[in-house]
T-cell receptor, first 115, second 113 residues
Framework: DTGVSQDPRHKITKRGQNVTFRCDPISEHNRLYWYRQTLGQGPEFLTYFQNEAQLEKSRLLSDRFSAERPKGSFSTLEIQRTEQGDSAMYLC?????????????FGPGTRLTVL | GENVEQHPSTLSVQEGDSAVIKCTYSDSASNYFPWYKQELGKRPQLIIDIRSNVGEKKDQRIAVTLNKTAKHFSLHITETQPEDSAVYFCAASPSGGYQKVTFGTGTKLQVIP
């Protein structure tokens, strides 16, 4: 499968615990995006990377959230001290520079449940 | 920031009929408008997109129209089929989609056989 992959697909954790998600973009894609989707809503932008540089962060990304893309390939999203309000689907997308417009290809998501 | 509104939130049509979903956006700088289809439990998938220098784009049974002056764009699906049943999201981006994409709240389309 050459699409965007995410791991794990599901995560159940207790409030206060830390969690980390991984996203592997399509191999030649240099841009990587994180979104959060709650039930009945569209994806909400969290942050994006161009290669290893994190270029924009949403106000939704509180101090408890941190994202990295150290080598410009895979990315991790960490949530510290999880809260019940963090329960959502976390989607990763990737795209390739150099085209007239940027089609963002989404991964299957990681569903987080905070008990 | 950009705000995208989408209507209706639910839409039921008979198989073979047409379906229309409408969206408005607020940021006049937006220049790229993708539409995504999301089936239950699956990832959003791009079905069609349009750039601001184009008024209409068609791909088989799917078409999108854009009115920049009024800041609204619409998705038209003709000859609907049961497999078209899904949630559809419109979206807007001010940078060709190369940065943040703002999504609408979604339209749940049900095609009744």
């Amino acid at each position: 499968d050459t699409g965007v992959s995410q791991d794990p697909r599901h995560k159940i954790t207790k409030r206060g615990q830390n969690v980390t998600f991984r996203c592997d973009p399509i191999s030649e894609h240099n841009r990587l995006y994180w979104y959060r989707q709650t039930l009945g809503q569209g994806p909400e932008f969290l942050t994006y990377f161009q290669n290893e540089a994190q270029l924009e962060k949403s106000r939704l990304l509180s101090d408890r959230f941190s994202a990295e893309r150290p080598k410009g390939s895979f990315s991790t999203l960490e949530i510290q001290r999880t809260e019940q309000g963090d329960s959502a689907m976390y989607l990763c997308a990737s795209s390739l520079d150099g085209l007239p417009t940027d089609t963002q290809y989404f991964g299957p998501g990681t569903r987080l449940t905070v008990l | 920031g950009e705000n995208v509104e989408q209507h209706p939130s639910t839409l039921s049509v008979q198989e073979g009929d047409s379906a229309v979903i409408k969206c408005t956006y607020s940021d006049s700088a937006s220049n790229y408008f993708p539409w995504y289809k999301q089936e239950l439990g699956k990832r959003p998938q791009l079905i069609i997109d349009i750039r601001s220098n184009v008024g209409e784009k068609k791909d088989q049974r799917i078409a999108v129209t854009l009115n920049k002056t009024a800041k609204h764009f619409s998705l038209h699906i003709t000859e609907t089929q049961p497999e078209d049943s899904a949630v559809y999201f419109c979206a807007a981006s001010p940078s060709g989609g190369y940065q943040k994409v703002t999504f609408g709240t979604g339209t749940k389309l049900q095609v009744i056989p």
